[in-house]
């Protein structure tokens, strides 16, 4: 079992472009999540998929933000016109709706935007 | 509305000492399950203990045990024998389990920024 990925590890772009970042959860779970951390806070939750639907979206994703979760398997987070405010890292978790639901989180993608 | 305080920005233990971390939490929810993760430089956030509202005893993993006193509301993660390599950040979390969307969505606090001297 490789745990979950994210892709990729750190991404600098400048303002105004367009992002996307690919999560690939632990193969047999069926729930995924978005969450945001800045500097020095908690990470924040931004959206939540169960299988490829997406049951959640946060006030905090900007019509900006879009996700998705194809299949089911993989997901994707795509920022457009990026602002320097965006600048975070973003992870990634998977969990599997059963017991206590640990979610496993992945290691990250650092935004940089200039 | 669920919220989770820590309110200590940053710790200091000796090495071999134990520690303890404070969490404080506020829910409507009857159910609900605890969490405490560690995140270190690498930025990775790694599952340490858990403890289910309805849990009769205290969790235990290891190193790591969680002082549950429900009527307080209050989740402290305790470390025991403290070793260089726990220095990190410590985030306590909550997720409710019958709450309106029942999303399994963690709340974070702030974290508690942990530092073991030699």
């Known amino acids: 079992d490789t745990g979950v990925s994210q892709d990729p590890r750190h991404k600098i772009t400048k303002r105004g472009q367009n992002v996307t970042f690919r999560c690939d959860p632990i193969s047999e779970h069926n729930r995924l999540y978005w969450y945001r951390q800045t500097l020095g806070q908690g990470p924040e939750f931004l959206t939540y998929?169960?299988?490829?639907?997406?049951?959640?979206k946060s006030r905090l994703l900007s019509d900006r933000f879009s996700a998705e979760r194809p299949k089911g398997s993989f997901s994707t987070l795509e920022i457009q016109r990026t602002e320097q405010g965006d600048s975070a890292m973003y992870l990634c978790?998977?969990?599997?709706?059963?017991?206590?639901?640990?979610?496993?989180f992945g290691p990250g993608t650092r935004l940089t935007v200039l | 509305a669920q919220k989770i305080t820590q309110t200590q920005p940053g710790m200091f233990v000796q090495e071999k000492e134990a520690v303890t971390l404070d969490c404080t939490y506020d829910?409507?929810?009857?159910?609900?399950?605890l969490f405490w993760y560690k995140q270190p430089s690498s930025g990775e956030m790694i599952f340490l203990i858990y403890?289910?509202?309805?849990?009769?005893q205290n969790a235990t993993e290891g190193r790591y045990s969680l002082n549950f006193q429900k009527a307080r509301k209050s989740a402290n993660l305790v470390i025991s024998a403290s070793q260089l390599g726990d220095s990190a950040m410590y985030f306590c979390?909550?997720?409710?389990?019958?709450?309106?969307?029942?999303?399994?969505?963690?709340?974070f606090g702030q974290g508690t920024t942990l530092q073991v001297k030699p």
């Open positions: 829910t409507s929810d009857p159910s609900y399950g």
């Open positions: 979390a909550m997720r409710e389990l019958h709450g309106s969307s029942n999303t399994g969505k963690l709340i």
């Open positions: 978790a998977s969990s599997l709706t059963s017991g206590r639901d640990e979610q496993f």
């Open positions: 998929f169960q299988n490829e639907a997406q049951l959640e």
């Open positions: 403890q289910g509202s309805y849990d009769q």
